[in-house]
């Protein structure tokens, strides 16, 4: 066994979209600035009740149905998420339960937007120690439920959703390398201001709502996720020509097409479907990679580069063959 390799996807969006013309009428935003500034054209939102766990649900059982294998069958299940269900247990717990499995490992990863990159280096790590297991990592988010609404300059970039992959082990390649960053330093730039340990105050009846300085962290993300392509790349001796695809974490248009101009990479060779479900966080990078798998543009054998950033800040990058 030499590799951990993605033989399965699955991906799940809830039925609730609220386009950008559905938040003109209750914020001083329009379609036109939320499209010219982020790609973005709509979002979907988690029913009341619906949670992490249920899209993740939803997500996983595409990528094991995908993978020919059954739930009993995983042995491992890795959840990304900065939105679970409940403070404990785990997500991965309760998803371990809502899809039947008697007997398994879970645990959650808490790295905000990069925590599906996190998830699928510990993934590789696991299945290339303990050879023959079979892995489902999911990334699943409800950001709705952390976004304020009345805050125009984050309400507009948000959504929820779900994306896994199941990973197994194989003398293919899969999974070439993963490359995990955090710089702790900026942590007032991008985050959600309460929590369990340090109380929620009373300024948060309403919520715990996300916080951005989003200039300061474009700068940032376009500067770090340019010089982790390189790291990964030129560390594995991978010209950009043999690169067949980009998959960048779907935050934003302008961080997308800054990040592929850094790496040399026409927008043909780049997945975007931030347009379509705006920033899901950890969920992100798998709905893309999905998405791409299911319309036929990324084939078996095609060489994939994935690439996150979010608050912590962390970064990383993950590269496989399909
Ligand atoms: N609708 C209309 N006007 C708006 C909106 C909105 N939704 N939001 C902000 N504005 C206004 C501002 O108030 C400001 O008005 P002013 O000039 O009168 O003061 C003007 O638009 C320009 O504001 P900026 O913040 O300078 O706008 P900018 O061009 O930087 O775009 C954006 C803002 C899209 C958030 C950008 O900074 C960005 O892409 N940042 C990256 C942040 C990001 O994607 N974060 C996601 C989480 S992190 C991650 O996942 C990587």
């Not at 931030?274 to 899901?280: I, M, P, R, S, Y």
Request: charged share 25%.
């Amino acid at each position: 066994m030499s590799f951990a390799r993605i033989v399965g996807t699955g991906s799940y969006l809830p039925e609730k979209v609220v386009t950008n013309s559905d938040l003109e009428a209750t914020l001083d935003t329009s379609d036109e600035w939320i499209r010219d500034r982020t790609g973005i054209e709509r979002r979907h939102v988690a029913a009341k009740g619906q949670g992490s766990s249920d899209m993740a649900v939803e997500a996983a059982k595409r990528a094991i149905e995908a993978a020919g294998l059954t739930a009993n069958e995983i042995d491992l299940i890795v959840v990304a998420t900065t939105t679970p269900d409940k403070i404990f247990p785990s997500t991965a717990c309760i998803v371990q339960r809502k899809l039947g499995i008697a007997e398994c490992a879970a645990y959650d990863i808490q790295a905000v937007c990069s925590g599906f990159i996190y998830a699928l280096d510990a993934a590789d790590r696991y299945i290339r120690t303990d050879g023959g297991k079979t892995v489902l990592v999911v990334g699943t988010e409800t950001m709705s439920r952390i976004v304020n609404w009345n805050d125009r300059g984050t309400a507009v970039l948000f959504g929820d959703g779900a994306g896994a992959v199941v990973l197994q082990a194989s003398e293919r390649a899969g999974l070439i390398a993963t490359h995990m960053h955090a710089d702790g330093s900026m942590e007032e730039l991008l985050h959600v201001p309460q929590g369990i340990s340090l109380g929620f105050d009373a300024t948060c009846s309403d919520g715990a709502f996300i916080e951005m300085n989003g200039n300061a962290v474009f700068k940032r993300a376009v500067g770090v996720l340019g010089a982790a392509a390189r790291e990964t790349l030129d560390g594995h001796g991978i010209d950009r020509k043999d690169l067949d695809w980009l998959i960048p974490h779907q935050a934003n248009m302008r961080i997308i097409k800054a990040a592929a101009k850094k790496l040399g990479l026409p927008m043909e060779r780049v997945v975007v479907t931030v347009d379509e479900h705006a920033n899901t966080s950890a969920a992100s990078i798998p709905l893309a990679l999905d998405i791409a798998v299911r319309d036929g543009r990324i084939k078996s054998g095609e060489l994939v580069l994935l690439e996150a950033f979010g608050a912590g800040f962390t970064w990383g990058t993950a590269l496989f063959r399909y």
